[in-house]
């Protein structure tokens, strides 16, 4: 099974930009589709971004569609959000996750069809 490793996450101003990374290990990260959620405290985890295992299909919640940015390095065993614009709501925890198998559209935003899931970095955007 994948282990998975978020970090790069701290405390910015609101409208400023974070990168977010998710390494891999145990197995190669190219067997698995990703996504990206989020939980600020009080609220239920939520899609953010979600990426095909080749990379040849990004998908994103309307809330951050054209300011965030997912990615993902295969040879380097890593997936990335690119943050940009970010607003105090934004403030929460940032999980990475894969899926046992591999996601349609119908199941990529939900995080009950995710197996795998990282610790979490915090993020604050403050205003």
């Known amino acids: 099974q994948v282990q998975l490793a978020e970090s790069g996450g701290r405390l910015v101003q609101a409208g400023g930009s974070l990168r977010l990374s998710c390494a891999a290990s145990g197995r190669a990260l190219s067997n698995y589709d990703m996504g990206w959620f989020r939980q600020a405290p009080g609220k239920e985890r939520e899609f953010v971004a979600a990426?095909?295992?080749?990379?040849?299909?990004?998908y994103y919640a309307d809330s951050v569609e054209g300011r965030f940015t997912i990615s993902r390095d295969n040879a380097k065993n890593t997936v990335y959000l690119q943050m940009n614009r970010l607003e105090p709501d934004e403030t929460a925890v940032y999980y990475c996750?894969?899926?046992?198998?591999?996601?349609?559209?119908?199941?990529?935003?939900?995080?009950?069809?995710?197996?795998?899931w990282g610790q979490g970095t915090q993020v604050t955007a403050s205003s």
């Open positions: 996750a894969a899926p046992t198998t591999y996601f349609t559209a119908q199941t990529m935003s939900n995080p009950w069809q995710y197996t795998y």
């Open positions: 990426i095909k295992w080749s990379g040849a299909g990004t």
